[in-house]
């Protein structure tokens, strides 16, 4: 599936010629909106015999005016159209394929990738002049053989053509074309009835600037809840495809069971219990490595440092978190790993004689990098809450003879604890939500063990792992990725939810 | 502390027994716990630095071997026979002679220059071949069909060795680490001596590392950048066409003109949940929609741009409203004064003011998706070889690629050690983006930054 072969690029080139159809309808309501620019600020000017003085707004307010009645409806119906021919056509389409095509082992989704395969191909075909579009109209499949024609221009496929896939592909080919025609039309009459309006209403009492405003802020707005959509979408994607796995898989056995085996002939144990306990002591591991370090140079740098050291090593620091996380995957497979091998493992070739580790890839390896990732992170909030604590309450201190570390200990640490808490939860949920590291350093067998030297496998990687390859929408084992997924989103969700919580509610305590 | 009792009050600690300048136990006591907190702190920082410094220079230290690659140079005789037996230069003609028909003029080239230096041999002809990368035969012909002339003449050509000439070049490989190697022998390694002795098997500066496309698992020393820092572009493209319009419009809107009510609530609380979600989340979705439901490509850079747009849109977000709020309400109330309306006020007075922050903020998002990979594996950017650059703009966007990241972590995943080199090579170019990227967004702000 991920394997790009010559016919998915030349069968995406073929969707694109059929996407020109839109790139040209979009390009022509842009002119339209120019056009309409120049024709409503000449109408309006005109309309008040050029006396832009006379206008209610600037003249360029009527253009901008006319430009967004032009273009906004058009492509926003455009956008829809395109969202939603799709899954019209394929609703059509599927019902002209047998249901014992679909039995064979395979899925629904696996054929209609197939005809949009033959469809695209012929589109192909079509565009290099291999044959005529009613050639490829009146298509047989006993009498032509389908996959040599398509092989010769250069589309590949997988598997000769059965006669229902190809009737489905030319349906295919004739609802798209029929459904991408009809939007140029209705999109274009639409930008044309937008810019008569424009025209119509652009006279010089017309209040053309509080008009546009108002669409401006509309369009501010839609931007703004864009993020309550993306928030959406995250849950429902997740949460739709979770519902067909528990349909598929008892939740008791992923919520309960004990074990972690995906069996891609089935009857496999999906239980999220023993990556769970991997992510979990990762993530311990790394706060137990970042926690310490962060906070003492946070203290440091916030109580004790003065403005030279600090303006050093501060940005030194944060240049950690700057880094790509497939950096430090890299460095905790091929250095950090390696390293603890040599001193744990190897028996007495090793530093220490033993023979505890014999992979590279550990909990303690993908731990202990984690936690270098995360010093930044813990130092630069910590640094953060510790400065907010007025300067009043280390005074007092101060005052009643304390020395710098017993105001640090007994009156400024207590006083950001909840603050620091606060970072220490978004740290965790930082760690239980990490990708690279794990899915480089950590291994991939899932188990209950304490050995922090062994080989353990967390969510983040099982989604990788179960969602890369050959996927199979229909079965257990991939749709498991999406109830990961779902798992994963609320656990840090909620760490956020609380952090984000202590932080502010600590932060109002001085204000 | 003033309800403790006092009982004690009466009993006057026993008085100092010797000088005032002499410090007591206690105090020492205290000023060693003084001196030992103090220490803990600038072990901390040490620490992390130390961390940072061991980090980049494992990056330096393995990775810039990735710049320099092993070339042998002979004179290859492009036979006219063999090339062109027709002898009317035809390109088409050409072409029909594949990779095999050169095969025997690089055997010829290699024993030449062997007999040239007289080094004794019984390796087979087949064997020292064996030296050369597998792709130098194409090389040849790519060289042959650009300069179809030259059929006839004896040409100086540059051949690429293959990865085990060029690790023991780079003391990557050694004569006893390839006791079970059945890619190259000790005899071979006896002719590899004799040809860097004379001068013409050396490592030289490969350019075609940074520019070059990924090779298949057999070839690492063919494998290149260029065709996933292609990729990369095109995401960065669809990341700053949409994030940066989206985002300066919803800080707009959040900033200046959102009502204090629950709705906006519940956007300023999305958006600072959206910042700390994860990014494989990021992956999750936009598999499901983008590929799932809206049937786009697999692999192709405009889905990895539209994850990475909803995944660096709240940090576009958070640093626009940060700058947004920098600018002083006074400027607001001047243009309001003199008759602007809200609208005009925002975006000639404000905007333009706070655009020098708007783009630092959206380089640093920029900078963090260029780094990003967890989502480009679920949506397939890896798995498969990044071979062809794209011609067209909507070829770039929407033919399957892989990204810089990605392209890294396919290297790290293969089993032939001499790709790790080529990982960590491709981070050095990858931190280089961002370096110049964070540079230059520290740079805007240096020099625009306002202060009122």
Redesign the interface.
């Known amino acids: 599936m991920i394997c790009a072969t010559r016919s998915q690029i030349g069968g995406y080139v073929g969707s694109l010629l059929n996407a020109g159809s839109v790139g040209f309808v979009v390009i022509a309501v842009l002119v339209l909106t120019a056009a309409g620019f120049v024709l409503v600020r000449g109408r309006a000017v005109a309309s008040v015999s050029g006396d832009a003085r006379r206008l209610h707004s600037l003249p360029n307010y009527y253009g901008y005016f006319a430009g967004m009645m032009v273009a906004v409806p058009a492509l926003l119906l455009t956008a829809l159209w395109m969202l939603i021919q799709p899954m019209v056509i394929q609703n059509t389409v599927i019902d002209l394929i047998p249901a014992d095509m679909v039995a064979e082992g395979s899925s629904v989704n696996l054929v209609m990738s197939d005809v949009r395969r033959v469809a695209d191909g012929l589109d192909v075909a079509v565009a290099q002049g291999a044959m005529t579009a009613d050639a490829a109209a009146a298509l047989e499949a006993d009498q032509t053989d389908v996959r040599a024609l398509l092989a010769d221009v250069g589309v590949a496929l997988g598997s000769d053509v059965a006669a229902p896939v190809l009737e489905a592909a030319q349906k295919y080919r004739v609802m798209t074309a029929r459904g991408t025609g009809t939007m140029a039309f209705v999109v274009l009459a639409l930008a044309i009835l937008g810019l008569i309006a424009a025209m119509w209403m652009s006279t010089g009492n017309f209040r053309a600037r509080n008009m546009v405003e108002r669409g401006v802020l509309v369009l501010l707005m839609l931007a703004a809840s864009l993020a309550i959509l993306t928030t959406v979408g995250i849950v429902l994607s997740m949460l739709f495809e979770s519902m067909n796995f528990f349909r598929m898989h008892p939740w008791t056995d992923f919520f309960f069971g004990g074990k972690w085996a995906p069996n891609f002939r089935g009857d496999s144990d999906l239980s999220i219990l023993p990556l769970l306990w991997g992510t979990m002591y990762i993530s311990v591991i790394a706060l137990l490595v970042a926690v310490p370090i962060g906070l003492f140079s946070a203290i440091y740098l916030s109580e004790y440092a003065s403005s030279s050291v600090r303006s050093f090593a501060k940005p030194l620091l944060e240049i950690l978190a700057g880094i790509p996380t497939i950096v430090y995957g890299l460095f905790a497979l091929l250095t950090v790993g390696p390293f603890l091998v040599n001193v744990f493992g190897r028996g007495d070739n090793g530093l220490l004689g033993v023979e505890w580790m014999s992979g590279a890839t550990a909990v303690l390896t993908a731990g202990l990098v984690m936690g270098i990732m995360l010093i930044p992170f813990v130092s630069s909030l910590s640094d953060d809450i510790i400065n907010a604590v007025p300067q009043s309450l280390r005074d007092g201190s101060f005052g009643l003879g304390a020395t710098h570390s017993e105001t640090v200990r007994q009156v400024v640490l207590p006083a950001a604890l909840p603050g620091i808490v606060g970072a220490i939860l978004l740290a965790a949920s930082r760690a239980i939500g990490e990708t690279m590291i794990v899915v480089l350093g950590a291994g991939a067998i899932a188990r209950f063990s304490a050995n922090p030297l062994e080989a353990m496998t967390t969510i983040t990687t099982r989604i990788v792992s179960q969602l890369t390859g050959d996927t199979n929408f229909a079965s257990p084992e991939t749709l498991v990725a999406f109830a990961l997924g779902l798992t994963l989103f609320v656990l840090t969700l909620g760490l956020n939810v609380l952090a984000l919580y202590i932080v502010r509610k600590y932060r109002e305590q001085y204000e | 502390m003033t309800d403790m009792p006092i009982e004690n009050a009466g009993a006057a600690p026993a008085p100092r027994k010797g000088s005032l300048l002499e410090q007591d136990a206690r105090t020492r006591k205290?000023?060693r716990?003084?001196a030992?907190?103090?220490a803990?702190?600038?072990?901390?920082?040490a620490?992390?630095?130390l961390?940072?410094v061991i980090?980049l220079t494992?990056?330096v230290g393995?990775g810039t071997g990735a710049f320099q690659q092993t070339f042998l140079t002979v004179e290859v005789e492009l036979l006219e026979e063999k090339l062109d037996k027709k002898g009317n230069r035809d390109l088409a003609d050409i072409k029909k002679v594949s990779t095999f028909g050169y095969a025997p003029l690089m055997r010829a080239a290699l024993e030449a220059k062997v007999a040239e230096i007289g080094f004794e041999t019984d390796l087979k002809s087949k064997e020292m071949a064996a030296l050369l990368s597998k792709s130098a035969a194409a090389d040849l012909r790519n060289f042959v069909l650009e300069n179809p002339d030259m059929i006839g003449e004896t040409v100086e050509f540059k051949f690429l060795a293959q990865s085990r000439v060029d690790g023991y070049l780079k003391e990557r490989v050694t004569r006893a680490s390839i006791a079970n190697d059945k890619n190259i022998s000790a005899a071979q390694l006896d002719l590899v001596d004799a040809l860097v002795a004379e001068g013409s098997l050396q490592k030289q500066f490969n350019l075609a590392f940074i520019t070059g496309a990924d090779a298949s698992d057999q070839r690492p020393e063919a494998a290149g950048m260029g065709v996933s820092m292609i990729g990369s572009l095109f995401m960065m493209l669809v990341v700053l066409v949409l994030a940066l319009?989206?985002?300066v419009?919803?800080s707009?809107?959040?900033e200046e003109?959102?009502p204090k009510n629950w709705i906006t609530d519940?956007?300023e609380v999305?958006?600072?949940?959206?910042a700390?979600?994860?990014?494989?989340?990021?992956g999750?979705?936009g598999?499901?929609?983008f590929i799932?439901?809206?049937?786009l490509?697999?692999?192709?850079p405009l889905v990895g741009g539209l994850v990475l747009t909803?995944m660096t849109?709240?940090t576009i977000?958070i640093s626009t409203r940060a700058s947004l709020k920098a600018v002083p309400p006074s400027i607001r109330d001047a243009a309001l004064g003199v008759g602007a309306?809200?609208?005009q006020s925002v975006f000639h007075h404000v905007l333009p003011l706070a655009a020098p922050g708007i783009l630092t903020g959206t380089i640093i998002g920029l900078?963090q998706a260029?780094?990003?990979?967890?989502p480009l594996?679920?949506i397939?950017m890896?798995?498969?070889i990044a071979s062809?650059a794209p011609e067209t703009i909507?070829?770039g966007l929407?033919?399957?690629n892989s990204a810089m990241?990605a392209q890294?972590?396919e290297w790290?995943k293969r089993a032939d050690p001499a790709f790790?080199e080529r990982?960590?090579g491709g981070?050095i170019i990858?931190?280089v983006f961002?370096i110049t990227m964070?540079a230059i967004a520290v740079m805007l702000r240096r020099r625009f930054e306002r202060r009122w």
């Open positions: 205290r000023n716990a003084e030992r907190f103090k803990y702190g600038i072990l901390a920082i620490m992390g630095l961390m940072l980090l494992t990056i393995r319009p989206i985002g419009a919803a707009i809107y959040l003109f959102a519940i956007i999305n958006i600072a949940n959206l700390a979600v994860p990014s494989i989340v990021f999750i979705l598999l499901a929609v799932n439901y809206m049937h490509p697999n692999s192709a909803l849109l709240p977000i309306s809200k609208m900078a260029l780094g990003e990979t967890a594996l679920l397939g890896v798995g498969f062809n909507g070829e929407m033919s399957p990241p890294i972590y790290a790790y990982a960590w981070i990858l931190l961002l964070n």
